[in-house]
């Protein structure tokens, strides 16, 4: 199982990796919405456990965001509030089920089996000429698969996820390198790499550039 914690409280975070990597589920970490979303767009998360209190933002909007931009991955809401009007909250926003701190790690597992059981079957996206498997990280042109790297993987995914929006240059370069931020060219290597594969042997381009802002994934040119 492949978890995201969503978690500012450090100590916590820490008790809750250890406890889960002692039992074979692998968990990756963001303190902060911001580092969130450069993840639950790159990866197809079995889980992910999300704080509400957050230094950046409200966790309520941040699940409303991710379920309608096709996030599949199911979410447990962890946090101090306990009134029945804010669990309602919650589950009128798209989570998937509800901890109070504190609580006993057996019941994180355990909620964290049933809602990675009933995920989903991933669902194939149709973008115009392209379909997309998420789970199998795969995407086929006009029935064609497109062979991609890991980087160009994770740019087209999280562009398709995003479409028609535009992507921040600024969004992307902090997914792919969080820790290392690359020279300016790295990135702008990999996209012509990606319209090579992508568009180059095809009538219609779909991946566009924005100019001073970012990339985006669209049938018709952004604007």
Not at 4 to 31: F, H, M, P, R, S
Not at 62 to 91: H, N
Not at 113 to 122: D, H, I, L
Not at 172 to 199: A, F, G, Q, T
């Amino acid at each position: 199982m492949l978890v995201l914690l969503v978690e500012d409280n450090q100590l916590l975070a820490k008790n809750i990796i250890q406890y889960l990597e002692l039992i074979d589920i692998e968990c990756d970490y963001a303190g902060s919405l911001a580092l969130a979303e450069e993840q639950v767009y790159g990866r197809p998360y079995d889980a992910i456990i999300l704080d509400l209190n957050l230094p950046d933002g409200d966790g309520l909007h941040a699940c409303k965001r991710w379920k309608e931009q096709r996030v599949l991955s199911p979410v447990i809401m962890l946090t101090a509030r306990s009134g029945l009007q804010d669990k309602l909250l919650g589950f009128e926003v798209g989570a998937d089920d509800y901890l109070i701190k504190p609580f006993a790690m057996p019941e994180l597992v355990a909620r964290l089996r049933v809602v990675a059981e009933r995920r989903p079957a991933p669902k194939v996206l149709r973008l115009g000429e392209l379909e997309f498997d998420f789970a199998g990280h795969t995407v086929h042109r006009l029935g064609k698969e497109l062979v991609l790297s890991r980087t160009g993987w994770q740019i087209l995914s999280l562009l398709a996820r995003r479409s028609p929006e535009i992507v921040e240059r600024e969004e992307i370069e902090r997914m792919l390198w969080p820790d290392s931020p690359p020279d300016s060219d790295s990135l702008r290597s990999h996209m012509h790499l990606l319209r090579k594969i992508v568009d180059k042997p095809f009538e219609q381009q779909y991946l566009h550039t924005v100019r001073g802002v970012g990339l985006c994934l669209k049938v018709e040119q952004c604007l």
